[in-house]
């Protein structure tokens, strides 16, 4: 049965975007969205600060895994990354450090939302 709502699809990264390698923890900012980015170099656990819901609204980050290392990616204060439909506030998601797994986070002004990942994700707590 439909209900006559149309939800918009999220935007994703094209496979074309240019390829940016994080191998150390960055604070991302809204020009680490709409590439493609990599753990390539990586040599331990990566935890990756999100910026402000807010800040990147209607923006998608895709991350894969080209080293074997866990990535996490940590909210901003306050805020929830939503997986499986459930966030808690200031818990990271995280993608297994399996090569070619990935994950896509995407922002709706408020939340960040996990939108498509192939591989091991998990929420912290």
């Known amino acids: ?3 006559g709502l149309i939800i918009p699809t999220p ?3 094209s496979p074309k975007a ?3 390698a994080l191998a150390t923890a960055t604070t991302l900012t809204s020009a680490h969205f709409g590439v493609n ?3 390539t170099g990586a040599s331990a656990t ?3 600060q999100l910026p402000a819901a807010a800040d990147i609204a209607g923006k998608v980050l895709r991350f894969s895994a080209t080293a074997a290392q866990i990535t996490r990616f940590q909210p901003a204060s306050g805020e929830k990354v939503y997986y499986g439909g ?3 506030a200031d818990k ?3 993608l297994a ?3 070619g797994n990935f994950i896509e986070l995407y922002s709706d002004g408020v939340d960040i939302l996990v939108m498509h990942a192939n591989g091991v994700v998990t929420k912290e707590g």
Do not use: A, F, K, R
């Open 86 to 88: 459930d966030g808690v």
């Open 97 to 99: 450090g399996v090569i």
């Open 1 to 3: 049965m439909s209900t």
């Open 37 to 39: 980015l990599t753990n």
């Open 46 to 48: 990566l935890e990756h």
């Open 92 to 94: 990271y998601v995280q």
């Open 18 to 20: 240019s390829v940016t």
């Open 11 to 13: 935007p994703s990264v």
